[in-house]
């Protein structure tokens, strides 16, 4: 698949990461389906819709007509089925448990149409562990936001053996679209990639030399944008000299 085709995004889970990546495709200009087993919980994420929307017309962020417009392509359904059935692009924000996860990308395998691509927004479980679940696991992948998503910048690609060329590229084209500033990590990590520059950085990069960048001028910025990097003092003394020679060993 390639980005041109990605029309809509279905977001399974509409907790806190969740309701703000569909929000932000949303915004982006994809119609997009938020979906979650809780009716309280999907009753939340709608009504932080229905409060962001008119607050950023407030502030002058956007005009009404536009508002009205982002508005009409985020919808809010608790029926699995009918959220990923036209999908193009599934990402899956729901709890960190590993069966459950299994058990989402199963079902999904079924009802997604044959060459979607189905992301896991975790930081903490590889794809690898959930991509045998389907039938498709060259086009199961990571794709890890940071919180709050609609405010954080980075988005990590983690394309691990499995996953094909041309799903990485086109979740890179994704971010890029959905105004994300994406990393494209080749190796596979037990954490996160900016966790993996800040606990500590020697030690974590002592392994990871395998580093994709888009575009090699902005690879610091990548970089800083990473929330460890931002908000942990014990990382200030980084600077662009120390860490390009380790991520482009």
């Known amino acids: 698949m390639k980005?041109?085709?990605?029309?809509?995004?279905?977001?399974?889970?509409?907790?806190?990461?969740?309701?703000?990546?569909?929000?932000?495709?949303?915004?982006?200009?994809?119609?997009?389906?938020?979906?979650?087993?809780?009716?309280?919980?999907?009753?939340?994420?709608?009504?932080?819709?229905?409060?962001?929307?008119?607050?950023?017309?407030?502030k002058g962020k956007m005009t009404e007509e536009e508002a009205s417009a982002v508005r009409s392509r985020i919808s809010f359904t608790t029926d699995l089925s009918d959220a990923a059935k036209d999908a193009d692009v599934v990402i899956e924000a729901v709890l960190e448990?590993?069966?459950?996860?299994?058990?989402?990308?199963?079902?999904?395998?079924?009802?997604?149409?044959?060459?979607?691509?189905?992301?896991?927004?975790?930081?903490f479980i590889v794809s690898s562990r959930i991509a045998d679940a389907t039938r498709r696991p060259d086009r199961v992948c990571n794709l890890h936001f940071f919180n709050p998503a609609l405010v954080m910048k980075l988005v990590e690609v983690v394309q691990g053996p499995h996953v094909s060329d041309e799903t990485a590229k086109c979740m890179m084209d994704f971010c890029l679209k959905i105004d994300k500033i994406p990393v494209h990590v080749k190796k596979k990590l037990t954490t996160s990639f900016s966790t993996a520059f800040s606990v500590p950085v020697t030690?974590?990069?002592?392994?990871?030399?395998?580093?994709?960048?888009?575009?090699?001028?902005?690879?610091?910025?990548?970089?800083?944008?990473?929330?460890?990097i931002r908000w942990d003092p014990s990382a200030c003394w980084i600077s662009p000299v120390s860490i390009w020679p380790m991520i482009s060993a």
């Not at 977001?11 to 087993?37: E, P, R, W």
């Not at 079902?107 to 930081?123: M, R, V, Y």
């Open 203 to 228: 030690r974590r990069l002592s392994g990871c030399s395998k580093w994709a960048w888009p575009h090699t001028k902005t690879s610091t910025r990548h970089v800083f944008t990473a929330p460890a």
């Open 3 to 58: 980005i041109d085709d990605v029309k809509n995004v279905c977001v399974v889970g509409a907790g806190n990461m969740g309701h703000q990546i569909a929000l932000q495709c949303a915004l982006s200009g994809f119609k997009t389906i938020s979906t979650d087993v809780v009716p309280a919980v999907l009753e939340k994420a709608q009504k932080f819709v229905d409060n962001y929307l008119p607050g950023r017309v407030q």
């Open 97 to 123: 448990r590993i069966d459950l996860k299994r058990k989402i990308f199963a079902d999904l395998d079924k009802i997604a149409p044959e060459g979607a691509i189905l992301a896991t927004n975790s930081s």
